[in-house]
């Protein structure tokens, strides 16, 4: 298993942290990843979220890391094909690689705000149709001949992307799923697949059985499971600190999804169907609930060891680290991933 870190540049008041420090502290929180061994690092794209994220160009701060990295991959996670043309989407894609230096990984997704799509003029209604005729896009961008689509919702005749990604035919593609629909389609269209954090590892690990069942390409399937991970020597510390931190973030999330889960948004029938575990999380989304909902791994090495061996024995390739859910102060974030290239990384290296 590989393990990535994952930022959606949370606000949380009691940091009191500018956005430039912000941005400045996970800049920095992610060259020294790269430093200690980790294997990637995966940016959101958020807007109109005030406190959970400030995250909304994170292409721009990808091109900043491309600077500054010379190994991590570099992942957009995700990209929600409904809110932009995909020829932007593609001529995005094409400069990062190039200035990354043929590093980026590409996380494609619909979207989950009305807030968003009222604001991108999008149709929640569409959401599906516009992520395929998107991706046939971007697939025909991977070709060295000019592009010719005739869909429902964009016509190009004869347009070249420029420039061109480094990665041949094109650099790896994703997908974020959350109905059981959405993970055999992405094993279909052999897109590699982002789960969590919407649904408790019970349900995601039926999803991930039928998303390899539906698996018919000859490389093997690609798992990225999103998880909240606090490891620190000290487990009464960690577990202290990491409690505040993740209620606040998973009570931010309920809040940011609550319009999707209260009502029934035309092709986001499974995201009302988890309603049920709103009122879960909403007594309080206390750590011990989240822990055993497989939303968060909080303790020692030797207990986040434990816990991602699970993951990883349920086929789970690429763990997608949310220090501290990114509510911690920035020095608790660089301990707990000195802590995890210390303890957890060889110990994963040598556990098959």
């Not at 279909?188 to 039926?206: H, T």
């Not at 399937?221 to 998880?227: A, E, F």
């Amino acid at each position: 298993m590989l393990l990535d870190l994952f930022y959606e540049l949370a606000m949380p008041p009691w940091l009191a942290r500018t956005e430039a420090q912000a941005y400045t502290d996970a800049l920095e929180e992610i060259e020294l990843a790269e430093r200690l061994g980790f294997h990637g690092v995966w940016l959101v794209e958020h807007h109109l979220m005030p406190g959970y994220s400030h995250l909304s160009k994170p292409d721009l701060l990808l091109a900043s890391l491309a600077r500054r990295t010379t190994r991590l991959r570099l992942g957009l996670g995700v990209i929600p094909l409904p809110y932009h043309h995909p020829l932007h989407v593609a001529e995005r894609i094409g400069t990062l690689d190039v200035l990354c230096g043929g590093r980026l990984e590409v996380g494609i997704g619909r979207g989950f705000s009305p807030e968003e799509y009222a604001l991108f003029g999008a149709q929640p209604a569409h959401s599906r149709s516009l992520v395929e005729e998107s991706l046939a896009i971007l697939r025909a961008a991977a070709a060295d001949a000019p592009i010719v689509h005739r869909g429902e919702h964009f016509h190009l005749e004869g347009v070249r992307v420029l420039p061109r990604p480094l990665q041949r035919p094109y650099p790896p593609l994703w997908s974020a799923a959350v109905s059981p629909e959405t993970f055999e389609w992405a094993a279909r269209e052999q897109l590699g697949v982002l789960a969590g954090p919407f649904k408790p590892w019970a349900m995601i690990a039926a999803d991930l059985q039928r998303y390899r069942q539906a698996w018919r390409a000859e490389q093997a399937p690609r798992i990225g499971m999103t998880v909240a991970l606090l490891c620190l020597a000290d487990r009464r510390r960690a577990r202290s600190l990491a409690g505040p931190a993740l209620r606040w973030s998973y009570s931010e999330l309920l809040r940011v999804t609550a319009p999707v889960l209260e009502r029934l948004w035309p092709s986001y029938e499974q995201m009302h169907r988890l309603g049920r575990y709103r009122r879960l999380f909403s007594l309080g989304a206390r750590l011990r609930v989240l822990e055993l909902a497989g939303l968060a791994i909080v303790g020692t090495p030797a207990e986040c060891v434990e816990r991602i061996i699970r993951l990883r024995d349920a086929g789970v390739t690429h763990l997608l680290c949310s220090i501290g859910a990114g509510a911690l102060p920035s020095a608790v974030v660089r301990e707990s991933l000195e802590c995890i290239a210390a303890e957890v990384l060889p110990r994963l290296a040598g556990a098959h």
